[in-house]
């Protein structure tokens, strides 16, 4: 094989840390997921000493108590929001994007040539492109790409890497799909072969992990929740329903399971066990719901980069990264950090046209534990900027019944026996869009009078 020219090196080591640089300013975009202000005021209230469980401190009808998976990145940037305002969500989103790149970036160089690990890199950002907001999920990714790429890493050679147990300790801190972290350790453990120099070692790996996950500040009852959140909520939030697979970033995920079987075809080698076993994953990961496609193209990319060197090995291959690459890529990350996420950060910062910020005010103004029944997205806001009032509902749907949510609903769209559910919760303010039926119904048929309007919305108070 012929030896890289330096003018080829160069390109290798300069170009992934040029991507990277310019990340925040390609992937940004305004400000507008409705849930960083639920996580905003989680984390203040955390900060304050408070905590969650039956009843429920902020709202009446909770009926499961609420576990706050996400609490370390609420803790941290509601802790920012208060030093620097609000403009460090936006600084903490595009940072994560940055550090999502970087990490999905050095996950599939160590299995690949530069080439086929930005091409398997940018398929990634693609995929989990619907999830690139200001939540905490954000991290969350970060987080399990080496996670996913370390359990991998031991499949193919059957050496524990200890790690994880500290990686899938803070994953758990961070948010709910740590438990997607222990079901790839999980398959990569059973279906590599058990008979391997190692394979022990592997098992007592995946059991520390799965030990440090309820060693975290929520104690064990954390190991329930992926089970209880998605049970309580699946049917009425859109990011747990099924994906469609007409959505761009489904058919990029899809175009990868594609790609690594028509890789897996051309090979000389047959798969492994744990990477058939993964694709399957992958594959449902992709169909069953649009909040874990983003997981599923972090579980394939490794797989997918490694077997398309096999297939097109080229001159630029140098595995693991060389060391000046690495120092370079980071060069890169500091730039993004210098330069462009506060390019970034300072055209998305502006007033949040979503919210309506002209009634807080009004908010503020009425009475503490007043009932108010407002539009879900805006619940959030409602509850950082009005802490004194208390929701009949709110965006942690996972702690209502489904009969209380699906009676929400329905009195939000005046659907007949709305006023049951208003007589039941015993509302004394709504916070409503003026077009929302539930707003018409209350004037006209409740009398109920408005005090303020902004952005679409109107505060309305009961007679």
């Known amino acids: 094989m012929p030896r890289r020219t330096p003018l080829l090196r160069g390109w290798a080591i300069l170009l992934p840390a040029v991507l990277v640089a310019l990340a925040p300013l390609v992937l940004t975009r305004p400000v507008g997921d409705p849930s960083p202000w639920l996580h905003l005021r989680v ?37 920012l929001t208060d030093r620097f305002g609000l403009g460090a969500v936006v600084w903490s989103r595009d940072l994560g994007i940055v550090a999502l790149f970087a990490v999905v970036y050095l996950a599939v160089r160590a299995v690949s040539d530069v080439r086929i690990s930005l091409l398997v890199s940018a398929a990634v950002m693609v995929a ?13 990714f970060v ?48 279906f590599s072969p058990w008979a391997r120099a190692g394979h022990r070692r592997l098992v007592g790996a995946w059991v520390a992990c799965l030990a440090a996950t309820a060693l975290t500040p929520l104690g064990p009852r ?57 694709l399957l994953l992958s594959i449902a990961l992709t169909l069953s719901m649009q909040r874990t496609v983003p997981v599923a193209a972090l579980v394939l990319a490794p797989i997918v980069a490694a077997a398309g060197t096999v297939r097109w090995g080229s001159l630029d291959r140098e595995r693991p990264a060389p060391r000046s690459e690495r120092w370079v890529l980071l060069a890169g990350v500091v730039a993004a950090a210098l330069v462009a996420v506060p390019l970034s950060a300072g055209a998305a910062r502006h007033e949040p046209s979503y919210v309506p910020t002209a009634l807080e005010s009004s908010l503020d103004a009425l009475p503490a534990g007043t009932r108010v029944v407002a539009e879900g997205d805006v619940t959030g806001w409602l509850l ?60 006209e048929e409740s009398h109920w009078t408005e005090r303020a309007h902004d952005r679409g919305f109107v505060l309305l108070v009961a007679p």
């Open 384 to 443: 950082y900027v009005a802490p004194q009032l208390q929701p009949v509902f709110d965006l942690r749907i996972e702690a209502y019944s489904p009969e209380h949510v699906r009676d929400y609903i329905d009195a939000r769209a005046a659907e007949p026996g709305w006023q049951s559910f208003v007589t039941r919760t015993r509302p004394q303010a709504a916070l409503l869009l003026e077009s929302a039926p539930l707003a018409g119904a209350l004037r």
């Open 222 to 278: 954390i190991l329930v929740t992926p089970l209880t959140a998605g049970s309580n909520g699946r049917q009425f939030v859109e990011e747990w329903l099924p994906s469609s697979a007409r959505a761009p970033h489904v058919v990029v995920a899809l175009l990868l399971c594609a790609a690594l079987v028509a890789l897996w075809l051309f090979q000389a080698d047959r798969p492994s066990p744990w990477q058939v076993v993964l």
């Open 43 to 79: 984390g203040q209230f955390l900060r304050q000493g408070g905590g969650f469980g039956l009843p429920d401190p902020w709202a009446p009808f909770v009926t499961h108590a609420y576990v706050p998976t996400q609490w370390l990145p609420s803790v941290v940037v509601s802790a």
């Open 128 to 140: 989990a492109w619907p999830a690139l907001t200001e939540r905490p999920q954000l991290l969350g």
């Open 143 to 190: 987080l399990l790409a080496p996670v996913v790429a370390l359990w991998q890493a031991s499949a193919r050679d059957g050496r524990a890497r200890w790690s994880l147990v500290p990686l899938s300790w803070l994953l758990a801190c961070t948010h709910g799909i740590w438990s997607l972290g222990l079901a790839v350790g999980a398959v990569c453990v059973v």
